[in-house]
């Protein structure tokens, strides 16, 4: 989805992030090979804790946790700063911990889960910090509450245009992806209600781009196939109707993660499009760190956190797009804009007229 203009503070956490990233090895060689899923008990563990004075993230590298520590209490979670400390299996749940770690009486980590094997819990000295569970984690989908009705957003949208732009820019050539590939997979959550609105918002569940883009797409798809992988779209061009919706419906303090339409989405112009990936035999969606549309931290293409595997795919996915002229959103890992999109204009075409 899709903020268009980062805050200065935002830009700043993003350079500890990049070379938290540098640090622990980059992006992977185009043809690295992907990491193991950890064993159940182990990823059970894997999440983001906190509690008033600070927050833990335990993540998976090689089959073991590892934990990053940040103080404080505000709203900033990033975990640009510290670097990650392994932790030493005492048996059981219980973990030893690098000396220091969080300025607690004690040194020595005490998870709790629940009937299924989550974590609930870590328990380090005298303090408790509580999981923050996450939609994706508990099986469902990112919602807002929408300040109108569906009937009012559409109204709205209906009497607004788009706002005019000067200049010249190039004829708009949007192509259907599925028509230059067929073995591409589409989850379109717009034309669903399986989206952070919980409404239907497409009249047609289809995906277009911009040629170049789309061509770049399908190169990006071949690519990956003898990896065992493949694409799954989840939008691509949007009218600028819809963009006008979004930002009617979120609420003021979630409007981060939704483009204003008084300058429009890069997805408007045909340029931009949300992927990630799915096994090629199943052509079902493999597990990232965050799911789509997810409006939180976790969304960050640098966010450390997860497991080796799902940010080795992340990271792959990244590659593989940027290797063709993609750039990702910086707050969202499954948001891409193709080079050159300035020069397209700002479109409104109902996908059922393309």
Known sequence: MVREG???????LFVGLGILIWV?????ALGASLPDAPPAALRGLVGFYEDDGGRLLLRERDGALEVLYEPGGGKERTFGVPKPRSLRPLGGDRYALAPGLTGAAGETLTATRDGSGRGTACRVGRRTFRRHFFPEELGKTF????????????????RAVPPREAGDFLSPDLVELVRLDPSLVLDLRYATSNNFMGLSLYDQPRAFLQRPAAEAVVRVQRALVPLGLGLVIHDAYRPWRVTKMFWDATPPGQRDFVANPAKGSRHNRGCAVDLSLVDLATRR????ISGFDEFSFRARPDYPGGTSRQRALRDLLRARMEAEGFTVFPD????????????????NVPLGDL
């Open 332 to 347: 969202e890992w499954w948001h891409f804009d193709y080079r050159g999109w300035q020069s397209y204009p700002l479109l």
């Open 285 to 288: 969606p493999l597990e990232m």
């Open 24 to 28: 622990l090895g980059g992006l992977p």
């Open 143 to 158: 919602r807002i509450l929408p300040r109108l009705p569906l009937g009012e957003l559409r109204r709205r949208a209906d």
């Open 6 to 12: 980062l805050r200065e503070r935002t830009t700043r």
